[in-house]
């Protein structure tokens, strides 16, 4: 399983950036995608997540109305589109499979439930 995570930079607090996770097809059909972030000298914390059956969504409580999950079949890839960001979001965020299969629903409460780890791509948001 690879995971191409991409789109972080640098952007103003207030601004947008759009996150991809790029992944095989088989692999976005059997798993639930995750996002989540790490500041520097802070735990790896979930941001969202969206499921593999149905598209069902979850968001942590930090993002929730900001940020945005979502798939494109036909592009094999998975979205994170951050709004109104603020200098708190700035960390690196990765994009990871749940270990489940074909799950319903799923959540970010921990990075043990997923198994396999994109790169990471930097997001920075500074004036």
């Known amino acids: 399983v690879q995971l191409q995570a991409s789109g972080g930079g640098l952007v103003q607090p207030g601004g947008s950036l759009r996150l991809s996770c790029a992944a095989s097809r088989s692999t976005l059909e059997h798993h639930a995608i995750g996002w989540f972030r790490q500041a520097p000298g802070k735990e790896r914390e979930g941001v969202a997540c969206?499921?593999?059956?149905?598209?069902?969504?979850y968001y942590s409580d930090s993002v929730k109305g900001r940020f945005t999950i979502s798939r494109d079949r036909a592009k094999n890839t998975v979205y994170l589109q951050m709004n109104s960001l603020k200098s708190d979001d700035t960390a690196v965020y990765y994009c990871a499979t749940e270990a489940y299969l074909l799950s319903a629903y799923c959540r970010v409460d921990s990075s043990r439930d997923y198994d396999h780890w994109g790169q990471g791509t930097l997001v920075t948001v500074s004036s």
């Open positions: 969206i499921s593999s059956r149905d598209d069902n969504t």
